[in-house]
């Protein structure tokens, strides 16, 4: 009886749930009176509004969904209230005669089990073409968006290969037509959009590899040119860059190839060069600004006060003089900065260059940052490195961009929102964002797991948590269809509040017959550590696979047997080859120098890649380095920087990370066969 109840109350829950959705379909769009000329060619501007579709608005205008994203490539990803659509104007008897409103079909709306008044409607198909369509039978709640996602086509192409059936009347098993996806083994005319790209329709079973050896372009060229596409999906449209399809189209006539693509006008871009660049003899004279918190003041005070002794309950103060080698402790992270750029600048200066180094103590405080901009001292810079904190940083890129002068963030960011309308503001290390995008084409190789996606969000406040599953999703779905996604959210608590009980909440999340591929989206050391311990406990008897984000690399509070016994992989943006060269003459220097060694984790490393990479390329190509930071790769310490902007007017973000992997033998071995996100040897 109470089953039965429970029951009801879950199917009012769920209608009261749809209901909205069901309202919000049904939105009559209004056509713009907006338009507008762009190229010569008339469009109308469109604002979306709340309940608003692809398909209702491109319908309302006349259009085929694949016209409205061949026009606006991001609405294949989805629409958003506010967002800005250009639609072609298109001229024809609906314009002087509109029709009478019909009822649309949307993603939101169901096909239902009533019955039919019209007898056509009971028979979806009248004639099979099996030859171009596949035959669908109705279930419950099927809908137009679900099948297409289904069967890799578009919502548009299901209802063109309908005529003159209402799918939304339609009843559960009566048959529609699904059109078979078609493969293009001959030649095809892609159309030219603008100078600079082309637009290419991606086709069931591509992936961005695939495309790319199909123009003969890098995997990084393509995703430069299609920053807002993660990983592609059928229909999406790329941009493919128009200088490069020229170039090899020309080599495919030559040798009759079957691939010919036409190009309207090519766009002079300097090629990255293949391989590493060495780095011979240099002229020119660069003065380099040095932002960073040294903590002059408080390394200055070489006494301090003990109040640690007391006598008959009365604390003592004793004046005790400091070590000479005493250091800050808030300085030392940035002080092996400061030590690798010193030794990058020496490099240089034997390589020709004449370089001077000015260093301004700079900390969180923001008014050291206008102090410092309204002194004149950084008017005539080459190169800004800091500061390290995002307000001051975003201060400073402001400035500095009057003048076209770089600016380089030399540590990680929590997110790369500085970059926004700053053209000469670099992020030497990648973003989370950048991460979790690796993580979810990696992961996406062991589709047919049980995935547990691990963080401690219990407010559900962190907007990057559900971006992060929304791209593993997304990528499962390229692989195997939505309903087959086995995924499961696990919500950390620490020990402190629930005791022993979180291994046993995990167990139930972990899967005995398939592998269990664990995601920990968090880097709080006590999340990682407690978690990563019960996995370990876990592992016995359940096989897993973790793959974390990159500050996992870098917890102290945890044995490192974990790590090897549980087989961890983790992108980092830092790998170091300790048989390189210039890795043991770097080691040399510093040893002799400073009279130490620096750490696998040192900021020296990075301090020395930064100073060299962007004196060496300002030295060789002058100041168009800065706008095609791409042209110059030179052999560095710990990174290969593969810079680049997300959107036109934006500063570079370096999404270079290396997958690494602990291995049962106890080594930390970086994945050379990886493709992911471009990984490779250093």
């Known amino acids: 009886m109470q089953l039965n109840r429970l029951k009801i109350l879950l199917t009012i829950v769920l209608i009261l749930f749809l209901l909205p959705g069901i309202a919000i379909s049904q939105v009559v769009v209004e056509k713009s009176k907006d338009k507008v000329v762009i190229s010569g060619k008339t469009y109308y501007i469109h604002i979306v509004k709340k309940g608003e579709t692809a398909y209702s608005i491109s319908k309302a205008y006349g259009l085929t969904v694949d016209e409205l994203v061949t026009e606006n490539p991001t609405a294949s990803k989805g629409i958003k209230e506010g967002q800005s659509l250009r639609l072609p104007f298109v001229t024809s008897d609906k314009e002087t005669n509109p029709p009478k409103e019909e009822k649309k079909v949307t ?270 001292k950084l008017d005539n810079m080459d190169l800004i490195i800091g500061p390290v904190y995002s307000h001051s940083l975003a201060i400073i890129a402001d400035y500095a961009g009057t003048k076209e002068i770089p600016v380089i963030s030399p540590v990680p960011l929590k997110s790369n929102n500085a970059l926004l309308n700053r053209p000469y503001l670099f992020m030497a290390f990648p973003s989370l964002d950048i991460a979790q995008e690796n993580i979810a084409k990696r992961v996406g190789e062991y589709y047919n797991g049980n995935f547990v996606l691990i963080h401690s969000d219990t407010a559900r406040v962190d907007k990057s948590i559900g971006e992060f599953k929304n791209r593993i999703i997304n990528e499962l779905s390229s692989k195997i269809s939505y309903e087959d996604i086995k995924l499961k959210e696990f919500i950390f608590y620490n020990r402190s509040a629930i005791g022993n009980d979180s291994i046993n909440r995990l167990e139930h999340a972990l899967n005995e017959k398939v592998e269990n591929v664990i995601l920990i989206a968090s880097e709080e050391s006590s999340v990682l550590s407690e978690t990563i311990m019960d996995l370990h406990t876990l592992s016995k008897k359940y096989p897993i696979k973790i793959v974390g984000y990159p500050a996992m690399r870098d917890i102290d509070n945890l044995e490192p047997k974990y790590y090897f016994e549980l087989g961890i992989e983790l992108f980092s943006p830092y790998w170091i080859d300790y048989g390189k060269d210039n890795v043991k003459k770097f080691i040399r220097t510093y040893r002799a120098k400073f009279l130490t060694e620096p750490s696998e984790s040192s900021f020296a490393w990075q301090g020395y890649d930064i100073t060299y990479y962007f004196l060496s390329g300002l030295a060789i190509y002058g100041k168009k380095f800065i706008k095609d930071p791409e042209m110059h790769n030179p052999v560095l310490l710990e990174s290969e920087y593969d810079f680049s902007r997300s959107t036109e007017g934006s500063g570079f973000e370096n999404h270079k990370l290396f997958l690494i992997k602990y291995t049962g033998d106890m080594e930390v071995k970086m994945q050379k066969d990886n493709k992911v996100g471009e990984t490779g040897n250093n």
């Not at 449209?237 to 006539?253: D, G, H, N, S």
């Not at 090519?266 to 004279?285: C, R, Y």
């Open 107 to 376: 993603e939101n709306q169901q096909l239902t089990e009533k019955p039919q008044s019209d007898v056509k409607q009971n028979q979806a198909v009248k004639q099979k073409d099996e030859a171009k369509f596949i035959y669908h039978k109705l279930s419950t709640g099927d809908t137009v968006f679900s099948l297409a996602r289904k069967y890799g086509v578009s919502e548009d192409e299901i209802l063109q290969s309908n005529p003159g059936v209402d799918i939304n009347k339609l009843s559960v098993g009566s048959e529609i037509a699904i059109p078979k996806r078609q493969f293009t083994t001959t030649p095809q005319n892609l159309e030219v959009s603008e100078k600079e790209y082309i637009n290419y329709k991606v086709s069931k079973g591509e992936s961005i590899t695939s495309i790319a050896e199909k123009f003969g372009i890098t995997v990084k060229e393509l995703r430069k040119e299609n920053r807002g596409v993660i990983f592609p999906r059928v229909d999406d449209y790329l941009r493919i860059p128009v200088a490069r399809v020229a170039e090899e189209t020309k080599k495919a006539e030559a040798k009759k190839d079957t691939l010919i693509a036409v190009v309207a006008e090519a766009t002079e871009k300097v090629e990255k060069p293949v391989g590493f660049a060495s780095i011979g003899n240099l002229k020119g004279k660069y003065n380099i600004a040095l932002l960073l918190p040294l903590y002059f003041y408080e390394n200055a005070k070489r006494i301090e006060i003990d109040s640690s002794q007391t006598v008959k309950g009365r604390p003592v103060k004793r004046v005790i003089q400091r070590p000479d080698q005493w250091i800050y402790p808030e300085s030392m992270t940035f002080l092996e900065l400061y030590q690798g750029i010193l030794i990058a600048a020496d490099t240089l200066r034997a390589k020709g260059l004449d370089i001077n180094i000015s260093v301004f103590d700079m900390t969180w405080d923001t008014t050291q940052a206008v102090a410092l901009i309204n002194s004149g």
